[in-house]
């Protein structure tokens, strides 16, 4: 059977991304709103002690919502700070006045947690991990930005033999029937958009 190549992706991304384009501030934040309400509802999330996340950027599914609703059920909520070779550092989550836009080269400024930089290990101690991706298809494959951040995110937990519960945010049309597979790529155990919960695979 012929595999997909990374030459299929870049098309997709395109496509996805042009989609998010014309999405309106409040069509970002009424998603934003609907999105942490069904996340919160995931017994991943109710029962976790540390959960790895990211702050949404642009016109990606809103997250802050969701990592204040974390905080206030007393959740430690790590974020991640990009690393010179695109892999991930992480640090505590401690509010809205926590974060510091960085621009990293010619990419897009990226909002990051202020404090103490606690590694790149740091992730092995989430219960749960919440992705983003540009979608995921019916096998829990994320097709993500291409940056390759978060494939180093899931080679190490699965490396290290930790099993947190991997959890991708998106839009209602991101969950299709197909993306593009790697050998480097990871199957998600869910996906949560503003209309529901798609599960794929047990934690």
Partial sequence: MERDTDSDKPLLRRGFLAVRSRLTADDVRKAADALAGRALELPELAHARTVAAYVSVGSEPGTLALLDALRERNVRVLLPALLPDNDLDWGV??????????????KM???????????????????????PGLAVDTRGMRLGRGGGSYDRVLGRLERTGAEPALVVL???????EH???EP??????AAVTPSGVHRFREP
């Fill in 93 to 106: 989550y401690a509010g809205p006045d926590s974060l510091v836009r960085v621009r990293h080269g010619g």
């Fill in 170 to 176: 998106l839009y209602d049309a991101e969950i299709v």
């Fill in 109 to 131: 400024a990226l909002l990051e947690p202020a404090g103490e930089r606690l590694g790149p290990e740091a992730v092995r101690q989430a219960d749960a991990v919440l992705l």
């Fill in 179 to 181: 993306v593009p597979e």
């Fill in 184 to 189: 480097h790529d990871r199957p998600v155990h």
